[in-house]
């Protein structure tokens, strides 16, 4: 590089998934200091990307210099083909580690700023698979308000809404980061009511993780749901969505003694998940489904306390 320095390489073959491609750079030399990342300088081919495939989990180098890509270009069609990559290579636990250690997440972390649907809804599913370790679910949870926002502010059924209703299900399997979510149940209740099926069970998947949660219960219960919420225990809803739903209810009513119900429900305002899970237009529904033609849903009502 204009004889400043003898020592360099040209580091060819990563090759970026998806509809990925070969770039090239060159390597300074120098060593992780402090634990910060190495500073990677691009050849002038760095952009000069082609179309191929590259199914292989990459290397640590690989890596590194994959999110040097990240911070370095604009070009939409290398961040979106360099998100997936990483994406795909976060599924495995190995690199869920490196790309970690290599201060990676703060950099896929801010590419769900961008303007561009798509490489947003990439950001958010390379965050996904990255939020599996639980140790990059510290680094991840300062991205959960703006995940919440946009699932609930963002265009209804889309993809960037998935993706984000995916990561935060991921960082609600353990209680850790749930209280993070208490402001926006109401919101996610609407957008459960009114998205398509494939919304519908996302929103329950991420539901019934809090549910499970005895500590998230008063706030699912105060939660303002449109009574349409009970056509979802209909006997012709589809079973993936009618499980979910009555489990959710199971989850709810488990956690919720009797006792507890019972003094506590002036608490709950009219409108509240409480008023609708323990009116009488919920009991028929559930004495109506204890004739459904599916073994499944039969036993799943009869496992309800209430009912």
Same mark, same amino acid.
């Given at each position: ?37 190495? /500073?990677? /300088? ?96 510290? &680094? ?64 329950? &998947? ?53 006792? /507890? ?25 559930? &004495? ?20």
């Amino acid at each position: 590089m204009g004889g400043a320095r003898d020592v360099g390489w040209v580091a060819a073959g990563l090759i970026l998934a998806a509809g990925a491609c070969y770039c090239f750079y060159k390597l300074t030399r120098g060593r992780r200091r402090g634990g910060r990342r190495l /500073r990677l /300088r691009p050849s002038r081919s760095a952009e000069d990307l082609t179309s191929g495939s590259y199914d292989d989990t990459l290397n640590a180098e690989q890596v590194q210099k994959l999110l040097y890509l990240l911070e370095s270009t604009e070009d939409p069609i290398i961040i979106e083909r360099a998100l997936v990559t990483l994406g795909n290579n976060a599924a495995f636990s190995a690199n869920q580690i490196v790309i970690r250690e290599l201060g990676g997440i703060p950099i896929v972390g801010s590419k769900i700023n961008n303007p561009n649907q798509s490489i947003k809804e990439k950001a958010l599913n390379a965050l996904n698979n990255l939020s599996v370790n639980v140790e990059n679910q510290i &680094k991840i949870k300062v991205y959960v308000s703006q995940v919440c926002e946009d699932v609930i502010s963002g265009p209804l059924n889309s993809a960037v809404q998935l993706a984000g209703l995916r990561l935060l299900t991921n960082m609600t399997v353990t209680n850790a980061h749930q209280d993070m979510l208490s402001s926006y149940i109401t919101d996610l209740f609407h957008v459960l009511v009114t998205g398509n099926g494939s919304t519908k069970v996302q929103v329950l &998947k991420l539901l019934l993780n809090l549910s499970e949660n005895p500590a998230m219960t008063d706030q699912l219960l105060d939660a303002q749901v449109d009574s349409s919420f009970l056509s979802l225990l209909d006997g012709h809803v589809p079973k993936e969505i009618l499980l979910r739903a009555l489990t959710l209810l199971q989850n709810i009513t488990n956690c919720l003694s009797e006792e /507890r119900r019972l003094a506590t429900q002036p608490a709950f305002p009219a409108g509240s998940l409480f008023s609708l899970l323990y009116g009488k237009e919920c009991a028929q529904k559930m &004495k109506a489904l204890v004739h459904h033609h599916d073994a499944d849903v039969k036993e799943k009502v009869t496992m309800i306390p209430k009912f």
